[in-house]
């Protein structure tokens, strides 16, 4: 891992960063004000979290009037996805399914078995 | 069960299978394309996940394989690509019979090799638990529409 992906992991880290990546996504763009209407947070601290996901490359910006329009943007999102998915946050999930499938596998034994 | 030495993640479930059963699913490439990636390989000890249209490939390296309790590989390898000599993670399933069924325990380590501080990882191991639940499948639903876009 390189010094960009670990600040990727890093701004993404965070859970009120993660929630304004969720409202972009949902809402296509949004600005500091419009992101501050929706979230606990006051507009500069939001300002001040679109600066990290803008130097990683997980937004990008447009002029809108005296703001700044974001958007998640697609490629760096996509790297995130397969950086998160090479951490252990997946694993409860993975291990779900290893159980389901070993188990169905198992009762069509001994069904086959009992026949 | 869930613990986290940092740097380490383990856990631990209990399966109603044998463990030659749950052995198959962890290790052969069929299962694990039903678990983890979209497609999987194996041949000769090193293995291919594949996810989207190639979106996301990574490589693995079978490290050992004991059927039907060990099985371990390397993987998240730089750029995906298998690297004798590079920093990967090492995931290990370990199968104990448990009354009819298998204990199975899993462990993945090799995160702080790997250049994550271990304030990232207790931080990355707190927003699991509080938070992961509902941005990973968010993500997980985008990457497939960007996958089949």
């Given amino acids: ?14 859970p009120t960063r993660r929630r304004m990546l969720d409202l972009l996504l949902a809402e296509g763009a949004g600005t500091a004000t419009s992101l501050s209407a929706r979230l606990p947070v006051t507009r500069q601290a939001i300002a001040k979290h679109l600066g990290v996901l803008d130097r990683v490359g997980l937004v990008h910006s447009a002029a809108a009037g005296r703001e700044r329009r974001y958007q998640v943007d697609e490629a760096q999102l996509a790297r995130a996805v397969a950086q998160l998915a090479s951490v252990g946050s997946a694993w409860d999930a993975r291990l779900q399914r290893i159980k389901r499938i070993a188990e169905a596998i198992q009762r069509a034994n001994d069904e086959r078995q009992s026949n | 069960m869930k613990s986290m030495e940092l740097g380490t993640i ?12 749950v052995f198959d699913v962890v290790s052969r490439p069929e299962h694990i394309s039903e678990w983890w990636s979209d497609e999987a390989t194996l041949d000769d000890g090193i293995g291919e996940l594949v996810w989207g249209e190639r979106v996301d ?11 039907p309790r060990l099985f371990a590989f390397r993987w998240a390898y730089p750029d995906g690509k298998f690297d004798a000599e590079a920093a990967a993670l090492l995931v290990t399933f370990e199968l104990t019979p448990s009354g009819t069924g298998t204990k199975l325990r899993m462990t993945e380590s090799g ?3 790997m250049g994550w501080e271990a304030a990232k990882l207790e931080e990355m191991y707190n927003d699991h638990v509080t938070g992961w639940d509902h941005f990973v499948p968010r ?9 089949s876009s």
């Fill in chain 1, 1 to 14: 891992m390189n010094t960009i992906d670990d600040e990727l992991w890093s701004a993404i880290g965070d």
């Fill in chain 2, 139 to 147: 993500l997980g639903e985008y990457a497939g529409r960007l996958a």
């Fill in chain 2, 10 to 21: 383990e856990r631990e479930i209990h399966v109603d299978a044998s463990p030659e059963v």
């Fill in chain 2, 57 to 67: 490939v990574q490589q693995f390296s079978v490290v050992t394989a004991e059927p």
């Fill in chain 2, 111 to 113: 995160f702080r090799e």
